[in-house]
């Protein structure tokens, strides 16, 4: 998404952090010792780096930070989701504050309150559940927001493309030549899961092999990784046939490698598992999880980018591709490199 | 710590949410239903709740709202901190703001500088490095604050007993009958991976096991787990007599377990692993971690009412211990129940 060099490139020729950058180029708030700026503006003109200038009208009157709510952030995927933003809103010389919902519509919102009366210029919002109130809540502040890992017609939205998502994993379990696939997360409303798990089951359809009702088995948000174990332990009791999982989310794959480990299912050899998140966990879980990776980095950058210069054209939804990363856990016995792609 | 029926309990007896709760007890700042409202007063009366009459006074005067730092909420370790001062702020009615500090100390003073523009009533620090300035910084906005999981000197410190941590962990190590013991995560200043370091070593020089210096293993911070598996990978293979490792965190743990697992040596079984932190991940790797735990709800608890209720009589540390849990990778074979105590 970037085009010329970044204000990170700038802080690496100089020696230096991009908050003392910052500092130089917006004269303020903190000094800068004379040495230091001077090998700043060397660096600014060898690179030709030019201001976000967007980015500096906005600070200019405001209070140059942002604000973003997510439903849980001792939950893995939100945690990276939410450092993936941060840094973006860094790198263009703002801040940001965080508030979690807890996944509750009450806090949620008590939330947000929060971070309009800290006078932030933007705020993101990754909802915890219908985020109807919260987008109504965010438009009477009359201040640029986004929805954030979610999609919703009243509003801007930057998402993953989470229906392909599921079928990239039910297509590389299929590869597999797996017949008996169990599906992980089954949603109830438009959120990633259930969009995720929605293009999971029309994969398995069109290469006939349609999910059984009994393997497709939901599990409520909060407590993500024990529900997956419970209905993975259940299930690969009742249905030993089965050979292969396709977990929504990381979380659900935690579950899931958990349960299987507990009764000797061998992940990667006798019981396929592939997963949809790829947060860091999955490349050091054991076996290391073949997941369909979230573009956290382009999610982050592209949300702050859209507050930044909002186009006011009204309701849009920007999907961006989630990628397959091969590790162990699908039975591709690939190298242990185990790195997500950055 | 609680003394009484807290505002969660009021809640689940009203059948609501604390934030309902709060609203009838501070009228406002949102409507609530007559009826519900009838409910909650009724749960007040039947539990014979008290208001805490500081967090109402500071409520009435300010913002209502506390500020958070952190080095790096994509870090289990802090994302569950973070999540436990949230809890505590909200069962207080009290809203949580953080800000992430990406192991960044110019980036920890802008984050500071953020929650103090937008006019938090108190602030915490889990500091990046050295916290000298930031407690400056702290200080001059006569705001109550407390380090948590840091001490230092100056100011007031809510923080784990990491010295009784470090012992903890090295002498069940000791009691498995192991010998050649390896310590992952040695720190340089007092952070508390120094302390915990400090106190499994001292546990093992007074059981005539000194730990060789080929034996003490430093990684540095960002990049816990990356650093920590290609240390374990290396120590394994130089010193294959190794028969147990001690990790300061669950970060080096996780790290170890891969390295391990990657040339074959099984982690519970031939190599035992005691971790410190005990984070939710401990009780899904598999195998589970045997981790001394924090006690992440007694930390935010305190911490919240220590900012709520300062004393007045200047610096202080407050230690509160941490637990063994002990799950399958020390050996024990314990059953795999695996969760970690609330």
Chains 1, 2 share one sequence.
């Not at 939410?82 to 939330?111: C, K, M, N, P, Y």
């Not at 966990?281 to 909002?310: E, I, M, Q």
Request: glycine content about 6%; overall charge neutral; some cysteine.
């Amino acid at each position: 998404m970037a085009t010329g060099p970044t204000i990170r490139d700038v802080a690496a020729r100089a020696g230096t952090s991009t908050a003392v950058v910052s500092y130089v180029l917006n004269d303020g708030p903190r000094p800068v010792a004379p040495a230091t700026r001077a090998r700043v503006l060397a660096a600014v003109a060898e690179l030709g780096y030019r201001r976000n200038n967007l980015a500096r009208a906005l600070r200019a009157n405001r209070t140059g930070t942002l604000g973003l709510v997510v439903p849980d952030l001792a939950k893995p995927f939100f945690a990276e989701l939410t450092r993936a933003i941060e840094d973006a809103a860094f790198a263009r010389g703002l801040r940001l504050l965080v508030g979690s919902a807890h996944f509750d519509a009450d806090r949620e919102d008590e939330q947000l309150r929060a971070l309009l009366d800290a006078r932030v210029d933007a705020a993101f919002l990754v909802p915890s559940q219908d985020p109807t109130s919260s987008i109504t809540l965010l438009r009477r502040a009359r201040i640029p927001h986004a929805l954030v890992h979610r999609t919703h017609p009243d509003t801007v939205c930057i998402a993953g493309d989470d229906v392909s998502a599921g079928r990239q994993a039910a297509e590389h379990l299929l590869q597999h030549g797996h017949r008996y696939i169990a599906l992980l997360g089954v949603g109830r409303a438009e959120d990633p899961v259930s969009l995720r798990s929605r293009g999971a089951s029309a994969t398995l359809t069109e290469h006939d092999r349609p999910l059984p009702p009994w393997s497709m088995l939901t599990c409520p948000f909060p407590n993500l990784r024990d529900d997956a174990y419970r209905a993975t332990l259940d299930l690969l009791t009742t249905h030993p046939q089965i050979t292969a999982i396709c977990a929504t989310t990381d979380e659900h794959a935690v579950g899931a490698l958990r349960a299987a480990t507990e009764i000797g299912r061998r992940i990667g050899d006798d019981l396929a598992l592939v997963s949809i998140d790829g947060t860091e966990l999955a490349a050091y879980l054991t076996p290391a999880l073949t997941a369909v990776t979230a573009p956290f980095d382009t999610l982050g950058a592209d949300a702050v980018d859209t507050v930044l210069n909002p186009s006011g054209a009204g309701p849009t939804v920007r999907q961006h591709p989630l990628t397959l990363t091969v590790r162990r856990s699908c039975g591709c016995h690939a190298t242990h490199d185990g790195h997500r792609k950055s």
